[in-house]
């Protein structure tokens, strides 16, 4: 049926079919596809090889919490601009996930702008694990699986050091009671004792100095676990 999907401002394409729920961020997906594009992009037409890069770092600078509402205005105009000067359907179509986004889910957009913060807590710079402090039975399972020693107990009760959190989510997997969680970076930081959320400070609940490189065994513990995760053998003891 390509006519209706036309229609509707959609296509078929090679026929594949993509389903998306809440957990999805348009934007990132925006991104995502915008990314494979420009890598394939053969660079013979000026719109097509400039404008996608221009639109890729947009869309990187707002799922990094830096964007501006005039990003947006900036995208749609890109979008039209690459669309009808490309030379092949390529670039024609490079700009439709960007498009497509802008008018079904522009609220997602305006959130990572203006509330800096992912609704689907997908985009890992505008978001921060953090522990449900008043559940915490303060086992300590977390800071040990932690490769970059984030994660330190204050009176029985764990805290993520948001200065050193590298958001891999290990500790997530591994928490027995299930209450650590992505929330926005600003919920995270005033959660924490010290509240400091800066890289380039320490934190006072533990006085610890931040890490600017992960010590080999802590690397081997990190490739350990992913391994274990990915192939069904982690054991949440561990």
């Given at each position: ?213 992960i010590p080999p065994r802590k690397v ?19």
């Open positions: 049926d390509y006519d209706n999907l036309i229609a509707i401002g959609s296509m078929m394409g090679s026929g594949g079919l993509i389903v998306m729920d809440e957990d999805n961020c348009m934007v990132d997906i925006a991104r995502f596809f915008l990314d494979f594009t420009v890598d394939e992009s053969c660079g013979k037409c000026t719109p097509c090889r400039i404008g996608t890069k221009r639109m890729l770092e947009i869309l990187t600078r707002i799922t990094e919490g830096n964007g501006t509402m005039q990003d947006l205005e900036e995208l749609e105009e890109l979008g039209e601009t690459v669309k009808n000067n490309s030379l092949c359907a390529l670039g024609q179509t490079a700009a439709n996930p960007i498009m497509s986004t802008l008018a079904h889910f522009r609220d997602e957009y305006i959130a990572h702008i203006v509330d800096k913060t992912c609704p689907a807590k997908v985009c890992k710079n505008l978001m921060q694990y953090s522990i449900i402090q008043d559940k915490c039975v303060g086992c300590g399972r977390c800071a040990k699986a932690c490769p970059a020693d984030a994660i330190c107990l204050k009176d029985g009760i764990a805290h993520v050091d948001t200065g050193c959190c590298l958001g891999c989510g290990l500790c997530e997997t591994i928490c027995p009671k299930h209450i650590i969680k992505l929330v926005p970076k600003e919920q995270a930081a005033s959660q924490m004792p010290c509240g400091n959320i800066a890289k380039d400070t320490t934190c006072t609940a533990c006085q610890r100095e931040k890490k600017v490189e081997f513990k990190l490739w350990k676990l992913c391994y274990n995760i990915f192939y069904g053998k982690a054991d949440r003891k561990d």
